[in-house]
């Protein structure tokens, strides 16, 4: 899918520089009331219909809202200004006006429609005024009906040698997007600046000349920090001013104030001067081709408040990908999808998914470093991986509760710690618990067995909707039903590389007992797809959603072969 972009509040043009680095994305209209930052977005967007005014304005508004029709704008971009929600704003909420300019970006959404959108701010933007302003975007937008995630991205992250936090909001009309999750690869000071040591940039006011003029003052300051004892510095504790920053570090958030030493650690990490705005523009991740316009003081804001554009690249990467990903595969008995079941379940929502039974397995959030590794029968204990590492166990069951017909049922397998957590949380949402399910092992692997019991069972929480006409297929043989399950361990041709994988006879059993021929069961952490499987054989629809790729082909290959 192509996109044509709208740039709301585009200041230089930090957001479009890295959104436009994808294949096909490109703004065609941009929009700020600040005539020196549209300069610069002007001469480094060529193309684009840079429109200069103030947004709460009526003939801006509606010159805006024809240039995007003009251009077929389906995707809006930009961050309203973040000052009143900042700590260093004072943090005003609700008395503070620019906080409302929200409401003018959600206005061009409800005129132009577009497919996407992506709202950026600070952090706090999420927790201002006890939620209020992220309550009131949510439910505006899902009034026009799109679908939304939001979270807090940061920078380094993203190959940007800054610690930056932005909270990211997006919506769509079609697809739950995900945020980008970045890599654990830190570019630091020293590889994005020091090749700059000995150069001026050139822009705005000569720099050689403010330097000069500074450095002096600049020197005295220094020793002055280095000479007296930390009991007499004051109120200006040093801490975060008169400082620099550091060759092998990231930098600390680069603000509209990064050329004054004393508003911050923005020092140069060896020359005595402030960093110089292509310096700062580095750390932001600007092309040195990016060239800025206006003086020195417009300059550096223009920088300051800037969206990294390596961030923001990563930011259209994710949306891309969701469009152009095949992460759908299906046949009449089942549809798996490959991604994140926190988010999905907003589009199973939008589309009316109605399901009869949900049974799952989800990360059971055991998993801890072990030293099994030392023995001389390798083990692999109880260090299943980081995706059994701080896993939310509790969040997901509200939005998929809300998929279950009014006769469905739940079944949730996990570990001991948290039985009383998940009924809590399932009976929050009018879910009847009616039993503890107990899969019994009959070759459990044996650990530690000198000084403990062995772990020879695990645990599965079964659930009802209220008033429900529930299933329960007790053969018309048996007495009574135990809620005890017998079974070995997943061994030969039937085990995969999933290190939990649950027995296909348990799973069989377990299905057979609470759901009918063709009912439709879904399993949001699908995992290598045994329940899948087990549907498959018994002639139930399936419909799974898993995470890990690696998984995900493994479950693709034992239910659509």
Not at 393 to 419: M, Q, T
Not at 479 to 505: A, M, N
Not at 529 to 549: D, P, Q, S
Request: with cysteine; hydrophobic share 35%.
């Amino acid at each position: 899918m192509e996109f044509k972009i709208l740039d709301l509040f585009c200041g230089a043009g930090g957001f479009s520089s890295g959104i436009d680095k994808n294949k096909n994305m490109k703004t065609v209209v941009a929009v700020d009331f600040d005539k020196n930052a549209a300069l610069t977005f002007a001469k480094n967007f060529p193309d684009a219909d840079v429109i200069v005014g103030d947004i709460t304005n009526k003939i801006i508004k509606e010159k805006i809202v024809k240039s995007a029709l003009k251009n077929k704008v389906n995707m809006i971009i930009g961050g309203p200004p973040c000052q009143g929600f900042s700590l260093k704003g004072k943090n005003l909420g609700l008395n503070d006006p620019r906080n409302f300019l929200f409401l003018e970006y959600i206005e061009m959404i409800k005129k132009i429609k577009p497919e996407v959108f992506v709202i950026e701010n600070v952090k706090n933007l999420l927790n201002s005024e006890n939620g209020y302003f992220i309550n009131e975007i949510k439910k505006r937008i899902n009034k026009l009906g799109y679908i939304l995630n939001y979270g807090v991205l940061n920078a380094k992250n993203f190959g940007v040698p800054e610690h930056r936090e932005r909270a990211i909001i997006i919506g769509s009309l079609t697809r739950s997007i995900n945020l980008p999750i970045g890599n654990n690869t830190i570019v630091t000071v020293k590889e994005a600046i020091s090749d700059l040591a000995y150069l001026n940039s050139g822009e705005g006011e000569n720099e050689s000349e403010y330097i000069n003029k500074s450095q002096s003052n600049y020197q005295k300051m220094m020793r002055a920090k280095i000479s007296l004892p930390k009991e007499l510095h004051g109120k200006q504790k040093f801490a975060t001013t008169w400082s620099r920053l550091e060759w092998n570090n990231i930098s600390p958030t680069i603000d509209t104030r990064f050329d004054t030493p004393s508003n911050g650690r923005n020092s140069h990490p060896v020359l005595d001067r402030s960093i110089t705005p292509r310096e700062a523009a580095r750390i932001q991740s600007f092309n040195d081709d990016f060239i800025f316009y206006g003086n020195k003081t417009s300059i550096c804001k223009q920088i300051g408040n800037a969206v990294p554009p390596l961030m923001a690249f990563e930011i259209g990467k994710a949306i891309e990908s969701k469009y152009n990903e095949v992460n759908l595969y299906e046949n009449k008995e089942a549809k798996i999808y490959l991604d994140n079941a926190y988010t999905k379940v907003s589009e199973f929502k939008k589309n009316g998914v109605i399901i009869n039974h949900i049974i799952t397995d989800p990360p059971y959030n055991i998993s801890k470093a072990n030293n099994f590794n030392t023995m001389k029968q390798k083990r692999q204990g109880v260090d299943f991986g980081e995706w059994d590492k701080e896993f939310d166990f509790i969040s997901w069951i509200k939005p998929y509760v809300e998929l279950l017909d009014k006769n469905g049922s739940i079944i949730i397998f996990c570990s001991y710690y948290y039985i009383s957590f998940i009924i809590t949380e399932l009976e929050k949402n009018d879910i009847d618990v009616k039993d503890v399910i107990i899969w019994k092992k009959s070759n459990p692997m044996p650990r530690n067995i000198e000084r403990r019991y062995v772990q020879d069972m695990e645990f599965a929480i079964w659930g009802v909707q209220k008033k429900a006409k529930w299933i329960f297929n007790k053969g018309e043989k048996e007495k009574y039903k135990r809620s005890l399950y017998e079974t070995s361990l997943v061994s030969g041709s039937e085990k995969t590389k999933h290190p939990t994988q649950k027995s296909l006879k348990l799973m069989e059993e377990i299905i057979k007992v609470h759901t009918n021929k063709n009912d439709v069961i879904m399993d949001p952490f699908m995992g290598s797809g045994t329940t899948g499987v087990a549907c498959k054989k018994l002639g139930r629809k399936f419909i799974g959603i898993e995470l890990n790729r690696d998984y995900f082909e493994i479950a693709k290959t034992r239910i659509m072969s």
